[in-house]
């Protein structure tokens, strides 16, 4: 074969245009990191008709043990009247039930609007995903010959970082729909001193899960303004995004040391809610 005639077949196929990978410039992995790094789709949260029945199932589950837990509660208070024997006092208890009442049954409203808070928040962050995208190469569209060496060049570390990215979006959205279902049985846990420490973990880490994305997301925006006042489109710039989306992928396993934290057994809804009061009490002083 003519070493020329194969080295023009090489140009051509180099240079025609990209069918293998999509027309965008990560083909079909760019809409669903610009979908899932900048929200979460409550059709797939606590807007999912399965979500919702997996928490109305843990929620008649927790209702029943709490209705057991307040007659043994009632049980015990009636025995220390008449035995002299230590208990939790009639106006502490009777208090402990409706808010502990009140927080099982508006849980999923509670859940809920920590979502939507951090939508909002996520949305609030001005970050153009697509023109990102898009300075991987200059702006233009990826030729046949250009996607190939973007998957078997350097980018290849760039394009692992952004699989992980997406995983770990689908990772959080599992985890929240867990805790999510959860929330009942974690709130149950909360009525008895013993068990606080329980609801102590799932508060810490439901807080943690749900606003993980708004750090991450926020990291990235900061990311690409960075890479807008770098100035470069060369090697320098794809170093400093495989930077910035190493960066990015890290700050959930960094959030989770927060969760991980030692906890009191003493610390629970009462407890919580005291602590907000004294805290409103100091600030109007």
């Not at 307040?70 to 409706?98: E, R």
């Not at 939508?119 to 990102?132: E, H, I, K, M, P």
Request: proline residues 4%.
């Amino acid at each position: 074969m003519d070493p020329i005639a194969f080295w023009d077949l090489l140009q051509k196929i180099f240079t025609s245009p990209n069918s293998l990978f999509g027309t965008s410039t990560l083909g079909p992995l760019e809409p669903l990191l610009i979908t899932y790094l900048k929200s979460t789709p409550e059709n797939l949260t606590a807007g999912n008709p399965v979500v919702i029945g997996a928490w109305g199932t843990m929620l008649a589950v927790a209702d029943a043990f709490f209705a057991l837990f307040i007659i043994v509660g009632a049980i015990q208070i009636m025995i220390s009247n008449s035995t002299g024997t230590l208990t939790i006092p009639l106006s502490q208890f009777v208090p402990k039930i409706i808010t502990t009442a009140l927080m099982l049954n508006l849980s999923y409203f509670f859940c809920r609007m920590v979502l939507q808070l951090n939508n909002v928040l996520c949305g609030s962050v001005n970050a153009n995903l697509d023109r990102f995208f898009q300075t991987i190469n200059n702006g233009a569209r990826i030729t046949q010959g250009q996607s190939l060496l973007l998957y078997l060049g350097i980018l290849i570390l760039l394009n692992v970082l952004l699989f992980r990215l997406l995983f770990e979006a689908f990772d959080r959205l599992v985890l929240w729909n867990l805790l999510f279902v959860l929330s009942p049985i974690a709130i149950l846990f909360s009525f008895l001193p013993h068990t606080s420490s329980v609801f102590t973990f799932w508060a810490r880490l439901f807080l943690v899960v749900t606003f993980t994305q708004f750090v991450q997301f926020l990291a990235f925006a900061l990311g690409l303004a960075l890479l807008a006042s770098f100035g470069q489109n060369g090697f320098d710039s794809l170093l400093l995004a495989i930077a910035m989306l190493f960066l990015v992928t890290k700050i959930p396993s960094l959030l989770a040391r927060f969760s991980a934290m030692p906890v009191q057994s003493g610390q629970g809804i009462g407890q919580m809610i005291g602590t907000i009061v004294v805290g409103a009490r100091l600030l109007s002083v």
